[in-house]
């Protein structure tokens, strides 16, 4: 496996009483047991769709020519949609510098933009300054009714009408949803729909939040240039390590969930996820989506939060250490060691920082991140640790897939459902209400 995760220093006998004893760990990897023989089932008869994208390849040439279509004379490409439609896009595309403060508004054209949070000034803002007859746009939502995507899509259009280019909307215009299915609305392709805009079909079966590895996650991938099957070739390889039949404890995912359902059991109600990694920025964000969503029902489940080093040592770091002990943490570093820029040691030694000399940026992100690792667990701080060597698409979508599998058998630990998210569609209905005045 491309990452190496260690659990030592979140451990009864690192830390005492702030860990998991052998005895607690040991019992919730039993239980992940039976949730490793369901995924194995759920694989063999195809009935947990996820669980067949890592060795699917029969769709990459319909998302390449989506991808081609979209990029091909085009000075920006819009993706439109929230939540899970768009952060698996946006972890992916960090790879090819989206996002990376400062260095991504280099980045060779086509320019991409995520709308993710539904804001009048700045979809406004966005449409008014957008060259149009430049700019593709791709409308993203699993149902269709999605009520932000469905107002980002009409405004879009709405643009179009204004600058004489409707007649061309299938020029502008790009949207995945799923099928149509007889007696189900699809507000989405009821808009699109006259206008002739061309769809790729959303999998019925993988949710937003769990659809990074299909069209939806891979559409914005293949417009930046990257290596999609390399993205599926990854998550194969987290997948294997359920479906040859090992122990839990030789599974990380399981090794991963069973840590986090043990601590929860001792108060650890909060799951920090901390990436040293501007390319993992959005990922982080990804996986509180994926966490919450999934896990927060019936009074269960723990808090995700995202931190990124090393900026946040600068901020959260303090709370983390001398706040509440209520939290596990992951800490997830990358090979920059020998990386980035060296220090002059004539320069060095003119700041008075003589053991900067000959080092490079990286040097000193490394032994952050290592010694943020071991001032938590000196502190009494859970941690688990996470090395990937080189970020790229592989090693991405090996991560993609292992939090996947332990946030579904995280679930099954907690015996909850984690494909659905009834809080989050009470809400929809409520605000549709005081949309229409009926509430």
């Known amino acids: 496996m491309t990452i190496k995760q260690s659990i030592e220093e979140a451990r009864a006998e690192r830390l005492g009483e702030a860990g998991a004893s052998r005895a607690e760990l040991d019992a919730a990897l039993a239980r992940c047991a039976p949730a490793l023989d369901w995924l194995r089932r759920q694989h063999a008869d195809g009935a947990l769709a996820l669980l067949r994208y890592p060795a699917k390849r029969d769709d990459i040439g319909a998302i390449t020519r989506a991808a081609e279509r979209l990029s091909k004379g085009a000075s920006d490409v819009v993706f439109l949609g929230a939540g899970g439609s768009s952060l698996g ?68 259009l709405a643009a179009l009408e204004g600058n004489g280019l409707s007649a061309r909307a299938p020029e502008f215009l790009t949207a995945i949803s799923e099928p149509e299915t007889p007696g189900k609305r699809n ?28 069209n939806v996650g891979l559409l914005p991938a293949a417009v930046l240039g990257l290596d999609i099957e390399a993205i599926r070739a990854g998550a194969a390889v987290s997948l294997a390590s359920v479906l040859d039949g090992r122990a839990p404890e030789d599974v990380p995912a399981a090794c991963g969930a069973a840590l986090a359902i043990a601590l929860a059991a001792k108060g650890k109600s909060l799951s920090v996820l901390m990436a040293y990694a501007d390319r993992l920025e959005r990922f982080t964000k990804w996986y ?31 709370l983390f250490i001398a706040g509440p002990r209520d939290k596990l943490f992951t800490v997830i570093t990358t090979g920059t060691a ?14 008075g920082e003589d053991a900067l000399g000959g080092k490079t940026v990286g040097d000193l992100v490394a032994a952050q991140g290592r010694a943020t690792v071991e001032t938590l667990a000196k502190n009494g701080c859970p941690v688990r640790t996470i090395h990937v060597e080189r970020i790229d698409e592989h090693s991405l979508g090996e991560l993609l897939m292992h939090f996947m599998l332990e946030t579904i058998i995280a679930a099954r630990l907690l015996d909850i459902d984690p494909f659905d998210q009834p809080a989050v569609e009470e809400g929809k209905v409520l605000a549709k209400r005081y949309l229409t005045g009926q509430a």
């Open 338 to 351: 020998g990386r980035g820029p060296r220090i002059n040691p004539e320069l060095a030694a003119r700041m």
């Open 89 to 156: 896009g946006q972890t992916l595309a960090q790879l090819a510098g989206y996002g990376i403060p400062g260095l991504g508004m280099f980045r060779n054209e086509p320019r991409v933009h995520f709308m993710d949070n539904l804001d009048p000034e700045t979809l406004s803002g966005l449409l008014s300054r957008l060259p149009l007859e430049t700019t593709r746009f791709v409308a993203i939502s699993k149902s269709g009714a999605t009520a932000e995507t469905l107002m980002q899509t009409a405004a879009v």
């Open 288 to 318: 509180v989506q994926l966490w919450a969503e999934s896990l927060g029902k019936a009074g269960r489940g723990t808090t995700p939060l995202a931190a990124l080093g090393p900026v946040d040592q600068h901020s959260q770091l303090q």
């Open 187 to 214: 507000p989405l392709r009821a808009l699109l729909g006259p206008f002739k805009v061309p769809f790729l079909d959303h999998d019925p079966g993988v949710g937003g939040r769990f659809s990074v590895l299909t």
